[in-house]
């Protein structure tokens, strides 16, 4: 699901601007399109055991039940909070590393580790086809990317500290690397559990798989971003969970690391020790899976992405939100670098999650038509005139700030731009996901789903990583109090203040950037907008793959 506001270093699901209590889009798509869309397909596998099994079921009569099953979706809920863990620590790191004034260009070169959970498409048929199976096929993914996602939290949590604050300033790239391997890993392991979930719970309770993924990543990402930064937080413990104030939050990142590292080590040693793939047990039939071969698989992505309909629908999806990154990617570190504290605005996140979860229930009312991309559409332009406003937001927050902090009034704006934006965000998003539905063809639906949606996540990616890349040259700078010295780079800066001046900002690269978005997604809307619009009318069979005619 898309979530990428000032809340959320932009997602997950683009679950990854920074700060929400949810994942970013790309993080928080996590495909549950791909259960529903694979469920039609495990029946058809177990039909003919279904039908052998029709007179001994005669005779039991049994019914598993969710109560039945309550072990295996506790289960698949913990295995998917564990998997929310490292995204919402990684959602978290933008906001410190701008505490620490770090450059725009070094925000977004670490914004590249929100991109794996888009790209994820890649390398899932590898997940899918290979495989030990005396040792389980998911689980032959699941615990040495368990094992690894903990051996790198051990290892982060002895060198974190070191790379946040050496003396050159944070190392970047490093952050960098690890987080990218984490996300990695957390995209791997999402893979493997989804598929699994499939297998794990009956016929009959398969739809609580996607309820698992839900709440679990969902969880998680919480645990690991808000509740993290929250605990983090000095000012926030002193004024709300201590009686003595300290210097330090009630944890540290490293101590955070420490805990969940180990927990994923532990936890996933007893998952492959205790738990068993494909166990039939009382009242269970058990599931046949089906392999695809690897190249067949990619091939058929390829026949897919040939279709004229679905290229040209693709093209639109990675321009589409174009409009809207710069609103999108920086509005939460400018907010961040004006004084708003990082605890507090992802706090301001937790309100909106009712809403989160109403607002696909009311808009999918009328997306359920014909034409749900006519609800894309009329969004378009005011979730652009939100990206202004958030641009107006950020220039007014510095005038507002008061030496305690910022006033209650202050928090309820930020929050009141926060729900109309979640509005526009979700109207758009679940006009695109009903679209996707609409569209796919139902002989390769799980396939055909998790590339639109692959490519949608990524449509809102690159965008964001660029728009971030791009503040530091579009903002211009002047020394002042040092006769013949400027601030166009950090050596001429330093000079300046080694000749007794200062750096003051002339032109904020922010505001120039959320103008010229707003103009090209205005463009887009005017031109691409309606020939997106047009793809609606194109018949069933223009979107079926010819592989499949």
């Not at 409009?323 to 996140?349: I, M, N």
């Not at 990524?458 to 890349?469: K, Y």
């Amino acid at each position: 699901m898309e979530h990428s506001d000032f809340m959320t270093h932009k997602n997950g699901r683009q679950r990854k601007l920074a700060g929400a209590p949810l994942p970013p889009e790309n993080m928080r798509d996590i495909d549950r399109e791909d259960m529903s869309s694979s469920e039609p397909d495990v029946e058809a596998e177990t039909e003919g055991l279904i039908r052998e099994s029709d007179s001994e079921d005669s005779r039991h009569k049994v019914r598993p039940g969710i109560r039945g099953e309550l072990g295996n979706v506790l289960l698949l809920l913990f295995l998917y909070v564990l998997q929310g863990i490292p995204l919402g620590l990684a959602g978290s790191i933008p906001l410190i590393l701008q505490s620490k004034n770090v450059s725009y260009k070094d925000q977004a070169f670490f914004s590249f580790v929100f991109w794996p959970f888009s790209l994820k498409l890649l390398w899932a048929p590898l997940v899918d086809a290979l495989y030990f199976s005396k040792f389980g096929r998911r689980k032959s993914w699941l615990v040495p990317t368990q094992y690894l996602l903990g051996l790198f939290m051990l290892y982060l949590s002895l060198t974190v500290n070191s790379l946040l604050q050496s003396e050159g300033g944070p190392k970047v790239v490093t952050l960098t690397a690890v987080f990218f391997m984490l996300a990695f890993l957390a995209a791997t392991q999402d893979i493997a559990v989804d598929g699994w979930a499939l297998t794990m719970l009956s016929r009959e309770n398969v739809g609580y798989a996607s309820t698992c993924n839900s709440v679990g990543q969902t969880a998680g990402y919480f645990l690991g971003n808000v509740l993290f930064l929250a605990l983090e937080s000095a000012d926030f413990c002193n004024k709300y969970l201590r009686v003595e104030p300290k210097d330090t939050g009630i944890v540290t990142l490293s101590d955070f690391l420490l805990f969940w590292g180990a927990m994923f080590l532990v936890s996933t040693t007893l998952v492959a020790i205790l738990k068993r793939e494909n166990q039939q047990g009382k009242g269970k039939r058990r599931v046949h899976e089906e392999t695809q071969g690897v190249m067949e698989t990619y091939k058929l992505l390829l026949s897919i992405i040939k279709m004229p309909t679905v290229f040209t629908f693709c093209s639109l999806l990675l321009t589409a939100k174009i409009g809207f990154s710069a609103a999108d990617a920086v509005t939460g570190l400018k907010l961040v670098e004006a004084g708003v504290p990082k605890e507090q605005l992802a706090l301001l996140a937790v309100p909106m999650v009712p809403l989160q979860i109403l607002l696909p229930l009311i808009i999918s009312k009328y997306t359920a038509g014909p034409k749900p991309l006519d609800v894309f559409y009329k969004a378009f332009p005011f979730r652009l005139l939100i990206g202004l406003g958030y641009a107006v937001l950020v220039w007014w927050t510095p005038s507002v700030k008061q030496e305690g902090g910022f006033p209650v009034y202050y928090y309820a704006i930020v929050l009141l731009s926060y729900a109309l934006h979640q509005v526009a965000l979700y109207s758009m998003y679940v006009a695109c996901m009903a679209f996707h539905a609409k569209v796919s063809d139902p002989l390769i639906g799980g396939t055909y789903m998790t590339l639109l949606n692959t490519v949608t996540n990524l449509g809102g990616n690159w965008p964001s990583t660029v728009a971030l890349w791009m503040v530091d040259p579009l903002t211009s700078k002047e020394c002042q109090g040092a006769v013949g010295q400027s601030c166009g780079s950090p050596e001429e800066a330093g000079l300046c203040v080694k000749e007794g001046g200062f750096c003051v900002t002339t032109l904020d690269g922010y505001y120039v950037e959320s103008v010229v978005c707003v103009v090209i997604g205005l463009a887009w809307w005017l031109w691409l907008g309606k020939k997106m619009r047009r793809l609606q009318e194109q018949s069933p069979t223009a979107w079926r793959c010819r592989a499949n005619q």
